[in-house]
């Protein structure tokens, strides 16, 4: 596969199914579709119109009628793709159509019948088919993850907990561009290995839908292969390619009936087609080729599918028909879609050595696996050759040819050393046991220390044989080119797929001159033709007249169909307008009614909307910085008072009323001060009648705890006093001691 930089324009392939059993028993109306294999054109025609209208041609890449088999499918149209992925690009194949046309029989198949098989099961053979027939140089990791979409959530079908897991979501890096955090992916070693995968995910699809057929009618699945391949470059450096691989079965193409339904079935019927309504318009958008904004991020679908769209990858699309005449409708919408999805220009290119290869990774912890055992083996050998009584040394730096061979004499030397010690240790032990000479004490010492020296030689082989048994795994998960993983693959079927690729090659290729033929046809006929009259002439312009004149009808019928289908469109979204008001005006009855304006407003003051996650949400109540200090400051009480207090109380306290309202401070312990005891001899106290007379007013009265006379009484006065007394104390004798 080259390294084409340059762009492709999307391929683009139409598949119509066998009528089925009820649309056969329906009446002789057989089918509306015709397709043309050689042009690959597909013809419609419409079931309600009168045999005079001209009918509908589209012209793909490839058409495949109901006689189709699901291996020409493969080999002409999906093969080139998976060689291409295999190659280290980015793949996409999606089915679209509507629910019952044969998306998933297109993309799965019937997985026993080899005749039935679909794309998914077709593309993991070509893939592990590719790699046991690479150059034994190459070195694979293949992955495989699977989600589905539905109702615009992400959800991992590979997570055991799938039906309660919540919703994934998706991020966006320079590397790999859009993809879904915290998804499973499991690494497969062989074919069995990637179906049982599949199969895994297809449970978790049918047990997290309790009506299989209306869930995957509503749902998009998204099977995910990467191909990781190292290869040494051209400079001796290994040089890594990741494909990346996305098989599509999406949502069923039918508008859902959306009239009389409300609430939570509104919301839902409107997120139903919102994907593919998305992807409608990214399609136009990239089609048309003039609008400079492409709407990816409208929905989970296309903005997971952004590569895959006008980006770095290679795509094609199956759109799946189905012949009835019922559908006529729906057919016709899917071919416009089809039509327009051919104009997508896509940028494919070589995904080399980016910097989150999976392959890399393994690589180091391969390597860093291996030197530590080799570390550990050589170790053993070496102390091996030291009881052998031999010099040994080692060329560390020579990396020969033969080093398999080498480690596996090492492996074989080591295991011999273990097996030695052991019979030696064991030797020793018996001899200790055996002499006689020696004190029990001695014997039992000498034998524990042997003992632990067996332990010792034990638990090393068996941190080595861990250390083995990891290496082997992870080099296990490593394909290596070259070795024969696949059975069948013998020449003779080798032989056999080259031809049967040769033969698709060739028929594409045909169909695409076809095509080109017929396109220059029209614009040279007129060249080349010369008139021998006048009448040969007119003969051969009327004949082009009535050919454009019929072209024009088409024309002017395809503009009135777009018309029809924009004005039914718009119909549509006026109803689904119509009841969105309804309900709107339903809801708001309710708020202004029974909601306190007071707290509409504190809600509306919390609520922002969430682009991303395209919600509303509620702002927590708390700052999220300030949740350490969480506890509220106590509100401040009346101005002067511990606590809050009435009007009635302090007025009664200002009086100095009943203790009841003392509503503090009703003890007062502070110390007393006792007085003197011991008379004074010292008559001049007598001089001095005022003192004496304060000293009368001591509290000797009330001795030991003395209760205060309020609370709201100034502790300063209170010292004051009581310092005035024992002033007075101290210097003059009490009048009751002088009397
Ligand atoms: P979708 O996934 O588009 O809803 P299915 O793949 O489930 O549709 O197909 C509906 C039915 O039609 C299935 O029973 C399937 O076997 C059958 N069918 C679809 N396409 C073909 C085909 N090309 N040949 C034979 N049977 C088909
Ligand atoms: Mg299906």
Redesign the pocket.
């Known amino acids: 596969m080259s390294k084409n930089k340059g762009s492709e324009s999307v391929k683009v392939v139409v ?4 009528l ?1 059993q009820r649309e056969e028993s329906n009446g002789p109306a057989g089918g509306i579709v015709q397709m043309d294999l050689r042009l690959g054109q597909v013809i419609l025609r419409n079931p309600r119109a009168p045999a005079s209208e001209p009918q509908k041609t589209f012209t793909f890449d490839a058409v ?1 009628d ?1 006689n ?1 088999k ?1 291996r020409d499918l493969y080999d002409e149209s999906v093969r080139p793709l998976i060689d291409s992925v295999l190659a280290g690009f980015n793949g996409t194949i999606f ?1 679209y ?14 997985w026993m019948d080899p005749e ?1 098989r679909g794309v998914i099961p077709n593309a993991f053979d070509h893939i592990f088919t590719h790699i046991s027939r690479s150059q034994s140089d190459k070195q694979y990791l293949v992955r495989a993850s699977y989600l589905e979409i539905y109702l615009e959530e992400v959800r991992d079908l590979l997570d055991p907990k799938h039906g309660n897991a919540r919703a994934l979501e998706l991020r966006e890096s320079p590397e790999s561009g859009v993809y879904v955090r915290d998804l499973t992916s499991c690494v497969c070693k062989s074919i069995k290995e990637i179906e049982e995968v599949m199969n895994m995910g297809n449970q978790a699809r049918a047990v997290g839908a309790t009506d299989m ?1 209306e869930h ?2 509503r749902s998009h699945a998204l099977f995910l292969i990467t191909v990781e391949c190292s290869q040494p470059g051209p400079d001796g450096r290994k040089h890594i390619r990741v494909g990346r691989l996305n098989l599509v ?1 999406l949502a ?1 193409s039918e508008r859902q009936a959306k009239t009389g339904v409300q609430g939570e079935r509104l919301k839902e019927a409107a997120k139903i087609n919102l994907s593919l309504s998305a992807l409608g318009n990214v399609i136009s958008a990239l089609a048309d080729g003039r609008s400079s904004h492409v709407p990816y991020r409208d929905s989970k679908l296309t903005r997971l599918l952004q590569d895959s769209l006008g980006g770095n990858a290679k795509t094609v699309m199956v759109a ?1 028909l189905g012949p009835s005449s019922q559908h006529y409708d729906e057919t016709l919408t899917t071919l416009r879609y089809a039509n327009r999805a051919k104009n997508i220009q896509n940028q494919p290119r070589v995904n080399e050595d980016p910097k989150d290869a999976l392959l890399r990774e393994f690589q180091r912890e391969i390597a860093r696996l291996r030197a530590q055992l080799n570390h550990r083996k050589w170790r053993s050998k070496q102390k091996k050759e030291q009881v052998d009584g031999e010099g040994w040394e080692r060329d560390g730096d020579e990396e020969t040819e033969g080093e398999e061979e080498e480690e596996e004499v090492v492996e074989k030397e080591a295991e011999e050393y273990v097996k030695l010690e052991e019979q030696r240790l064991e030797m020793e032990k018996e001899a200790i046991r055996g002499d006689q000479f020696m004190l029990a004490e001695e014997k039992q010492r000498l034998l524990g220390e042997k003992e632990r020296m067996m332990g010792d030689l034990r638990k090393e082989q068996e941190a080595t044989e861990q250390l083995t048994a990891k290496y082997k795994a992870m080099e296990s998960k490593l394909l290596v080119g070259g070795k024969n993983i696949i059975d069948h693959t013998n020449e003779q079927q080798k032989m056999l797929e080259m031809k049967r690729q040769e033969i698709a090659d060739q028929s594409r290729s045909e169909r695409e001159i076809q095509q080109q033929m017929l396109a220059q046809d029209e614009e040279t006929l007129e060249l080349r033709e010369t008139f021998t009259s006048l009448q040969q002439e007119v003969e051969a312009k009327t004949k082009k007249l009535k050919k454009l004149y019929a072209k024009l009808q088409c024309i002017k019928a395809e503009i009135q169909d777009v018309n029809d289908e924009h004005v039914r469109s718009r119909q549509e979204l006026e109803q689904t307008q119509n009841e969105l008001t309804r309900e709107l005006k339903f809801k708001y009855l309710i708020i202004e009614n029974f909601i306190p304006p007071e707290e509409k407003n504190k809600i509306m003051n919390r609520l922002t909307f969430d682009p991303e996650e395209d919600q509303w949400k509620f702002q927590p109540l708390v700052p999220a910085e300030s949740k350490s200090s969480q506890m509220k400051k106590r509100p401040t009480s009346a101005v002067g008072y511990k606590r809050p207090i009435s009007q009635y109380a302090r007025v009664a306290i200002a009086m100095g009323a009943h203790s009841r309202y003392r509503a503090e401070n009703i003890m007062f312990l502070e110390l007393d001060m006792t007085p003197p005891n011991t008379a004074s001899l010292d008559r001049s106290a007598e001089a001095e009648p005022n003192q004496s007379h304060s000293l009368d007013n001591s509290p000797t009265k009330d001795r030991g705890v003395r209760k205060s006379r309020s609370w709201c009484q100034t502790p300063k006065s209170m010292a004051s006093s009581s310092s005035n007394v024992s002033l007075a104390a101290c210097h003059t004798a009490t009048p009751m001691a002088a009397q």
């Open positions: 598949r119509c199914r066998p089925n495949y109901a189709s699901q089915a159509g509507q629910t019952g046309t044969g998306k998933t029989y297109t993309m799965q198949g019937a039935k057929n995957s009618s079965d069923g799946t």
